[in-house]
């Protein structure tokens, strides 16, 4: 499917008022859907994964990180790659779609110039045409879909039930689900994904006997050859979520169990073995080195879009290691050319959904319309203008994040505040309304409540030096949550690369060192203790821009970096 004439000239048009210099004869010549999307057919065994699509059914615009820092091990290495370092080392032409999807270089002109990405109407467009030539390819979801969006909260994910069944998603697994609270998961899977989708997660197992709660793996047939899913849910979800949504249930990255699953996949017959994983890139990277007989890890939780698998040595073999990026914005395929039992090659290609480039599956099209119609006027009313870009993606503050506790420090008239450093949440171009739907994409949880709390200088830098640990420990077993904390108010240093409790500097207010055993006011959201109430901070971030109504550029509340000097991490 290509762009005819009159599409391709409107392309043009938008590429011109954006400023972007394109190659007109050459994009004359392969039009980007063409260039992107025909993928022929390799192999007899066909995986389609996205993951992380937190609950977005439109197209959206979504900024990739400018800083994804890796430390020790890691430096140098996807998915710690951004901006120019990232298009070399997969050998992508700048100012292309492609460069557009994977980075955040040039973003307002490339955003201009391309549209919009994601949506499930586009995305189902795409899923249809890779299935239309890869007979029994399974569709494969990586869980935090049922998140994200104020349609997805107050439905309790079942706008995105109904999306994933429509779209024709075959194995899931699970993180920001549980958020909805284990009642709510078994009921969905036990109903609505009853015969239709394996929901799939050898590490949850009940606290009590440590019995499974959900098949740790499915058998499919395809093609002649056996393919086992192994699911891997994100294993630190009651420490970064509250503990009290999952009462009943462990979790843990459980390798040992991880390695007797794939050995029972194994003996039940399986000739490829995949893990549906929500780890994280890194805690994959790891993993495969560990575990024997996996062929691919097909992961998400840390929204990487990266072109390419990583090859990761073992003492089984190696083990392909991918991640899907997110908000719906990307389609990783996976095929395998199985013969006489044995892999014998593979092809992999992350397709970004660009909503311009691919038509709205009309049915699909249909469904987001009717659940989207009860909260339309609520979701569509405009709070404020912005003047500058809006994001969330890095590893320590974006615009919209510093739009955040902005808020909060003058609204509650606190010293600090403090915003989660969660990596959901979609981007607004400059001269953009924000509007209510805008907010709820940065802040809808079940948990949501703001707080305002009483704390020392010693118990500030307790916090900010156990989220560093959980996002810059050397070792990625032990990394446990989001971003850095998004902090207003408050400026400080950080050396990523420096031991445990050692990372946090030269933390300052108004210019003055912070003192270990002064009280300072400090706002939050999104407690993860049991029992915590407040306003939701969508009424607080809503009272704020309606009073504002013209939002200037955000000045970025971000550290000081010490030793992180030509880490290809940071643009």
């Given at each position: 499917m290509g762009?005819?004439?009159?599409?391709?000239?409107?392309?043009?048009a938008i590429a011109a008022a954006g400023g972007m210099q394109i190659d007109a004869q050459a994009a004359m010549a392969n039009p980007a859907a063409d260039k992107l999307y025909d993928l022929p057919r390799f192999g007899n065994v066909h995986l389609m994964h996205f993951t992380d699509c937190h609950a977005q059914l439109l197209p959206l615009y979504f900024r990739e990180p400018s800083v994804n820092l890796g430390i020790g091990a890691a430096f140098g290495k996807s998915p710690h790659l951004v901006g120019e370092h990232l298009l070399k080392q997969f050998g992508i032409k700048p100012n292309t779609p492609e460069a557009h999807a994977f980075s955040c270089l040039n973003f307002e002109q490339a955003a201009a110039t391309y549209g919009k990405v994601g949506g499930f109407a586009h995305l189902t467009t795409l899923v249809k045409r890779i299935r239309g030539n890869r007979p029994g390819a399974l569709l494969l979801d990586g869980g935090d879909t049922w998140q994200g969006s104020a349609t997805a909260l107050w439905t309790k994910g079942q706008d995105m039930v109904d999306a994933c069944l429509q779209m024709g998603v075959n194995v899931m697994t699970a993180h920001?689900?549980?958020?909805?609270?284990?009642?709510?998961?078994?009921?969905?899977?036990?109903?609505?994904?009853?015969?239709?989708?394996?929901?799939?997660?050898?590490?949850i197992q009940t606290t009590d006997f440590g019995d499974p709660v959900f098949e740790a793996f499915t058998m499919k047939e395809m093609n002649g050859v056996a393919v086992a899913i192994i699911g891997q849910a994100f294993p630190y979800t009651p420490i970064a979520n509250p503990r009290y949504l999952v009462p009943e249930w462990s979790f843990g990255i459980q390798e040992e169990n991880m390695q007797k699953t794939v050995d029972a996949a194994r003996a039940k017959g399986a000739k490829v073995v995949v893990v549906l994983s929500h780890n994280g890139m890194d805690v994959d990277l790891k993993m495969a080195s560990r575990v024997r007989g996996i062929d691919a890890i097909m992961g998400g939780h840390t929204h990487d879009g990266m072109p390419a698998p990583v090859?990761?040595?073992?003492?089984?073999?190696?083990?392909l290691v991918t991640n899907a990026g997110s908000n719906s914005k990307f389609l990783g395929v996976l095929d395998f050319d199985v013969k006489e039992g044995r892999i014998q090659g593979f092809q992999y290609k992350l397709l970004p959904v660009f909503a311009n480039f691919l038509p709205a599956d009309a049915d699909m099209q249909a469904l987001i319309q009717k659940i989207r119609a009860p909260y339309t006027a609520k979701l569509s009313e405009k709070l404020a203008m912005t003047e500058g870009t809006l994001y969330r993606r890095g590893n320590f503050n974006g615009s919209f994040d510093q739009l955040i506790v902005?808020?909060?420090?003058?609204?509650?008239?606190?010293?600090?505040?403090f915003s989660p450093g969660f990596r959901w949440g979609t981007s607004l171009l400059p001269n953009s309304a924000i509007t209510m739907e805008h907010v709820m994409d940065q802040t809808a949880t079940t948990y949501s409540y703001t707080t305002v709390t009483e704390m020392t200088g010693a118990a500030i830098k307790?916090?900010?030096?156990?989220?560093?640990?959980?996002?810059?420990?050397?070792?990625?077993?032990?990394?446990?949550?989001?971003?850095?904390?998004?902090?207003?108010?408050?400026?400080?240093?950080?050396?990523?690369?420096?031991?445990?409790?050692?990372?946090?500097?030269?933390?300052?207010?108004?210019?003055?060192?912070?003192?270990?055993?002064?009280?300072?006011?400090?706002?939050?959201?999104?407690?993860?203790?049991?029992?915590?109430?407040?306003?939701?901070?969508?009424?607080?971030?809503?009272?704020?821009?309606?009073?504002?109504?013209?939002?200037?550029?955000?000045?970025?509340?971000t550290p000081r970096l010490i030793g992180v000097t030509g880490n290809p991490g940071l643009v």
């Open positions: 762009l005819n004439r009159r599409d391709f000239l409107q392309v043009m920001w689900e549980m958020t909805l609270g284990d009642k709510r998961v078994k009921h969905i899977v036990e109903n609505d994904f009853k015969g239709k989708v394996d929901f799939v997660a050898q590490n090859i990761v040595e073992n003492g089984g073999g190696k083990t902005d808020a909060l420090l003058e609204v509650k008239g606190a010293e600090i505040a307790t916090v900010l030096e156990d989220v560093a640990d959980n996002l810059f420990n050397p070792d990625p077993y032990y990394q446990q949550g989001g971003d850095m904390v998004r902090v207003g108010g408050l400026t400080y240093a950080i050396e990523p690369a420096a031991a445990m409790g050692k990372r946090i500097q030269d933390m300052r207010l108004n210019g003055q060192p912070l003192a270990d055993g002064k009280v300072y006011k400090v706002a939050g959201w999104a407690p993860v203790a049991e029992g915590a109430k407040g306003e939701p901070v969508w009424d607080v971030v809503g009272q704020w821009l309606r009073t504002h109504k013209k939002i200037t550029p955000r000045k970025l509340n």
